[in-house]
Structures are given as C-alpha cells and as structure tokens.
C-alpha cells in the first residue's frame, strides 16, 4: 500500500506543481518502477508504478 499511497502523491504534486514534493515521490517510488501500485495488497491497484514516477521526475526536473 505504501507504494499507492506515493503514487497518489505523486500524482498530486504533479497536478499541483509542487517540485518539492514530486522529487520525495519519485525518490520513494524508484525502486519500486517494475510493480504495480497497491496490487501487493489485493484491495486496489493503480497501475504501474513508472507511469507515476516518470510523471513525478519529469515534475520535479530529475528524469
């Protein structure tokens, strides 16, 4: 679940502008680039966690 829960705020600070935030985001969600947000906990999944971290880097001016 952590790993959707950065996703969420990934992709808030993407919506948001916030650079900040969005580089936290993608420096927690790097080593997770090849699963699937919250897919672990069989009660939602987001999809994959790159589509959130490059989002998330590109935000933040580090990808």
């Given amino acids: 679940m952590q790993e959707a829960?950065?996703?969420l705020?990934?992709?808030?600070?993407?919506r948001l502008?916030?650079?900040d935030t969005a580089a936290r985001a993608?420096?927690?969600?790097r080593?997770?680039?090849?699963?699937?947000?919250?897919?672990a906990c069989g009660m939602l999944?987001?999809?994959?966690?790159a589509t959130y971290l490059d989002e998330a880097e590109a935000c933040a001016?580090?990808?």
């Fill in 17 to 19: 502008g916030d650079r």
């Fill in 31 to 39: 080593d997770a680039r090849t699963e699937h947000a919250g897919a």
């Fill in 45 to 49: 999944t987001l999809g994959p966690v």
């Fill in 26 to 29: 993608a420096d927690a969600l």
């Fill in 9 to 14: 705020i990934a992709r808030a600070a993407v």
């Fill in 61 to 63: 001016g580090t990808g």
């Fill in 5 to 7: 829960l950065w996703c």
